[in-house]
């Protein structure tokens, strides 16, 4: 079983900063790309940053300049440093991490985790 848990969700003011982090256990041979989604109420789920293994970045246009993700590969954990937060950064933001559990078998799958709230007040 592999479980993902995210932490760092809160409320917070218009311009301020949050960090969140994730951590990926379980049975990992190993991870691919890990990301953050988020989605807000009555939208569709969207993704917000994507960091491959080999450290490459991208980014939601909305969130370039502002957002930074990084990952720990030796503690499979991830990170979204979110600075200059607005109103419609609010929104349930989910870890997600491709992994491979199985030695003689090289299929990936997707996991997420649970969410955490962000709500930014104007």
């Known amino acids: 079983q592999v479980q993902l848990v995210e932490s760092g969700g809160g409320l917070v003011q218009a311009g301020g900063s949050l960090r969140l982090s994730c951590a990926a256990s379980?049975?990992?041979?190993?991870?691919?790309?890990m990301g953050w989604y988020r989605q807000a109420p009555g939208k569709q789920r969207e993704l917000v940053a994507l960091?491959?293994?080999?450290?490459?970045?991208s980014y939601a246009d909305s969130v370039k300049g502002r957002f930074t993700i990084s990952r720990d590969s030796v503690k499979n954990t991830v990170h979204l440093q979110m600075n200059s937060l607005k109103s419609e950064d609010t929104a349930v933001y989910f870890c997600n991490a491709v992994i491979r559990v199985r030695i003689r078998d090289e299929t990936e799958s997707d996991y997420w985790g649970q969410g955490t709230q962000v709500t930014v007040s104007s």
């Open positions: 960091i491959t293994s080999s450290a490459s970045t």
């Open positions: 379980g049975r990992i041979v190993s991870i691919n790309a």
